[in-house]
T-cell receptor
Framework: QQQVKQSPQSLIVQKGGISIINCAYE??????FPWYQQFPGKGPALLIA?????SEKKEGRFTISFNKSAKQFSLHIMDSQPGDSATYFC?????????FGKGTHLIIQP | DAGVIQSPRHEVTEMGQEVTLRCKPISGHNSLFWYRQTMMRGLELLIYFNNNVPIDDSGMPEDRFSAKMPNASFSTLKIQPSEPRDSAVYFCASSSPSGHNTEAFFGQGTRLTVV
């Protein structure tokens, strides 16, 4: 059973546009929701994270929106840049550690 | 700190051989995770240790896989015998003891190819 569902699988956005990646979870015991960014040949690295008692968190061009009742959260990348091209993973944390979505391969076209 | 250190970075082995992947977590971290990444299945949690004790190994695919953490600074993931379908990138990650709502730091991964 996939506990964290992520979409889309791949995404192409023009430079300067908004990239949006969506995730949904099932387990209400999850209590922390990080996003990880992974470049080729590297391990995932924490990008931004949110707790379920907050509806939005913004760090620079990156924003997480969280809808607890719908059990959904999303990552918005404003003014997307070619350097943002990477694979993005949403995740959820409970007592069993990190559970990841399957990832979104993002390409920002110059 | 040098971060999470994994070795080897690349491993090519023949089907049926034993493979051992190694991980040195960040000093002071008390949680350690082994993940497997493939195109088809994404990042899968294989096993999770807390204070050197395996807490959840439900992600270990079968008995051919085993993991140990003999002390706070070292862990191994062993596959015996290896099969071509085990080909993947294996990541080790560690996190600090300030609760489970903390960042997990990943190593560079070991790319395993079983031929």
């Amino acid at each position: 059973q996939q506990q964290v569902k992520q979409s889309p699988q791949s995404l192409i956005v023009q430079k300067g546009g908004i990239s949006i990646i969506n995730c949904a979870y099932e387990n209400t015991a999850f209590d922390y929701f990080p996003w990880y960014q992974q470049f080729p040949g590297k391990g995932p690295a924490l990008l931004i994270a949110i707790r379920p008692d907050v509806s939005e968190k913004k760090e620079g061009r990156f924003t997480i929106s969280f809808n607890k009742s719908a059990k959904q959260f999303s990552l918005h990348i404003m003014d997307s840049q070619p350097g943002d091209s990477a694979t993005y993973f949403c995740a959820a944390i409970g007592m069993g550690g990190l559970t990841f979505g399957k990832g979104t391969h993002l390409i920002i076209q110059p | 700190d040098a971060g999470v250190i994994q070795s080897p970075r690349h491993e090519v082995t023949e089907m049926g051989q034993e493979v051992t992947l190694r991980c040195k977590p960040i000093s002071g971290h008390n949680s350690l995770f082994w993940y497997r990444q493939t195109m088809m299945r994404g990042l899968e949690l294989l096993i999770y240790f807390n204070n050197n004790v395996p807490i959840d190994d439900s992600g270990m695919p079968e008995d051919r896989f085993s993991a140990k953490m003999p002390n706070a600074s070292f862990s191994t993931l062993k596959i015996q015998p290896s099969e071509p379908r085990d080909s993947a990138v294996y990541f080790c990650a560690s996190s600090s003891p300030s609760g489970h709502n903390t960042e997990a730091f990943f190593g560079q991964g070991t790319r395993l190819t079983v031929v």
